[in-house]
């Protein structure tokens, strides 16, 4: 209850903060923290609003608690809590800072398997086939037990003609589906290319 309360607070602090009206915005921004002080987003939230305001050091401050909340919770947030700190460090010119967590930002996707599929997806949906494959096999390599990622392997090596690996990274995207219709999905499209 204390969460969705606060999430409420965040989301009407939000709200005022794009109106333009960041008094508003800081007093939902606090109500939401009074609620749950634990909410990563609210504070990056705060952090934005700070920055905004050109309150840099309550900025920062907000954003490093922020991360520090979602780095013990392992949240994905992270990733834009840094983005939020490359965009403050570089509006207050401190380069050394914002390089620091630019490279933060580019080792958080390199290990993300999520960011290699989404990179591969995107080559995909250009007709890069070759590409993506490299993609969906880093994020394979980095999580092997997501169906949807040998599934859009799959795919890519169909489009590129390659019936054999298409089938094999079905039937592995049918071993990891954990639900029944998408394995069925699975057997009927491996139906098809065996045909």
Known sequence: MCKAMAQYYNNIASMHLAEGDPSNAFRYFVKALKVEPHLDFVWSNLGVAYSRNNRIEAAEEAYLHALSIARASGDITELSIMNNMV????????????????????????????????????????????????????????????????????????NLGDLKKAEKNIDKARLYAWDDEVKEYYNEVLEKISQ
């Open 87 to 158: 965009k403050l460090y570089e509006r207050s010119g401190d380069d050394k800072k914002a390089d620091f967590f630019r490279n933060e930002v580019a080792s958080f996707r390199e290990k993300n398997p999520y960011y290699h599929y989404l990179a591969g997806q995107t080559d995909f949906s250009n007709a890069a086939y070759k590409q993506s494959i490299k993609h969906f096999k880093t994020a394979i390599r980095k999580k092997g037990d997501e169906d949807m990622f040998y599934y859009s392997l799959a795919l890519a090596y169909l």
